[in-house]
């Protein structure tokens, strides 16, 4: 039995490959080798529709797709962690921020120099 | 006239508010031991919203007692003032009101916020990419900017974007990811919280902006301090130093969004300069001194609360 968060991205993986709208029970053919039920893809699909990653249209209540493609939300999410905000800055620890171009100038004398030292 | 313990708190409050955390911001010792300047933070920052509070409702409930448990209890139960009550009473009583949800609610907020932010990026993360198999707590994130985080929470995940693995080593790789995982071990987030939640409570406040600013400049510090110590190889300051450098360098090839440049070179310079010449750390005395001023710190206010109004 594949956890919840294998199948999420399995269904994700076929919307985002999809050019239309696919109905839930093309999706559990597809994954037939999974074994899993039309009741589970819909679960998972709600699961993926609360958190706005899986939209229907309300004339086709039973065919699906991403709300947004797999770029769009690594984009989404980079932009997210490149932003500097408080906000931002609490939600994650990011190793270094990017510098300007002459900071990182500094930065990279300053290493040189010590390698210098080091071998003198 | 008011009586001295809400003297004494305020001149606490005043103290805490400006000058100590200024000079606790420009203190050299603090490089030299981010632990316990770290804890020196807390303690200013508890304090100083204790005094802050404390020194109003000393002065605003003066008329109902002489302790500040009983006259609020005697407040709430609403019994007579033993002395008259005046306007400035009840001003003082509201401040406090008013500062005390103020504080606590802005930091209530931030952490609803943050971790609602944290589980909405959790969750785009484990759809947009599969785990690694070797470490499954690391999400590789295809992107050209060199990026690597962690974020915080009941499931931490460590995330690195495939613009940072091509600018290191597997020597640099290993030293930011033990500098991740220090930042998960020892809880940083939390000791942050306070200081992001009451630069926003208190913007008039520069010293609020200042302990932000010096607090996060401390975790970093710490959490490269905690990956030397489970690094291999011959030179770890030097290579920690190396992958500080070449992330913080690499534009990417232009990924980087405009914004994210503002960031001041000044904390990531300190750290490059502490990596490759360490400065000698803090003596013990010196070590229990700064402990005891800070445990000292947390119990004046509290004892002058506590303790029935001189």
């Known amino acids: 039995m594949a956890s919840l968060g294998e199948l999420e991205r399995a269904l994700m993986d076929r919307l985002w490959a999809a050019d239309a709208p696919v109905p839930a029970t093309t999706l559990r053919e597809e994954l037939a080798d999974r074994g899993v039920a039309l009741t589970t893809v ?7 529709e609360h958190k706005g ?14 709300s947004a493609s797999r770029a769009d939300h690594s984009a989404e999410l980079m932009h997210e962690v490149l932003g500097n905000s408080g906000d931002r800055q609490a939600v994650l620890a990011r190793f270094v921020g990017s510098v300007s171009q002459d900071e990182a100038r500094l930065l990279r004398e300053l290493l040189d120099g010590a390698d210098d030292a080091g071998r003198g | 006239m008011l009586p001295a313990t809400a003297a004494a708190l305020a001149v606490l409050a005043v103290l805490l508010a400006w000058p100590v955390p200024a000079l606790l911001a420009r203190a050299g010792w603090t490089r030299r031991d981010p632990l316990v300047a770290l804890v020196c933070w807390q303690a200013v920052g508890l304090a100083g919203g204790l005094s802050m509070i404390g020194a109003l409702l000393v002065h605003g409930l003066a008329p109902w007692g002489t302790s500040v448990p009983g006259a609020a209890w005697a407040l709430l139960r609403g019994r007579p003032a033993v002395d008259p009550v005046r306007g400035d009473h009840w001003v003082a009583l509201t401040l406090a009101g008013v500062l005390a949800v103020e504080l ?14 944290r589980r909405r990026h959790r969750a785009l993360l484990e759809l947009v990419v599969r785990p690694a198999v070797d470490v499954p707590d690391a999400r590789l994130l295809d992107h050209p900017a060199p990026v690597a ?91 920690l130093a190396r992958a500080i450098v070449a992330a913080a360098g690499a534009d990417g090839g232009g990924g980087v969004p405009e914004g994210a440049l503002a960031v001041t070179g000044g904390g990531i310079r300190a750290r490059v300069v502490r990596l490759l010449d360490p400065p000698a750390p803090l003596p013990p005395p010196a070590r229990w001194a700064a402990l005891a001023a800070a445990t000292l710190l947390i119990l004046a206010p509290t004892a002058l609360l506590v303790v029935p109004a001189l």
């Open chain 1, 42 to 48: 819909h679960t998972v699909l709600t699961r993926l």
């Open chain 1, 53 to 66: 990653f899986v939209v229907h249209d309300d004339e086709r209540p039973r065919r699906f797709r991403a």
């Open chain 2, 104 to 117: 606590v609610g802005v930091l209530l907020l931030s952490w609803v916020r943050t971790t609602r932010t």
């Open chain 2, 149 to 239: 985080f962690c974020i915080p929470g009941a499931r931490p995940l460590l995330v690195f974007s495939s613009g940072m693995v091509a600018e290191l080593d597997g020597e640099q790789l290993a030293a930011v990811v033990a500098h991740e995982r220090a930042h998960l071990r020892e809880h940083h987030h939390l000791l942050l919280l306070p200081f992001v939640a009451w630069e926003a409570a208190l913007p008039v406040l520069p010293a609020a902006a200042r302990a932000h600013a010096a607090v996060r400049e401390l975790v970093e510090m710490r959490a490269d301090d905690v990956a030397l110590g489970s690094l291999p190889g011959p030179a770890p300051r030097r290579t």
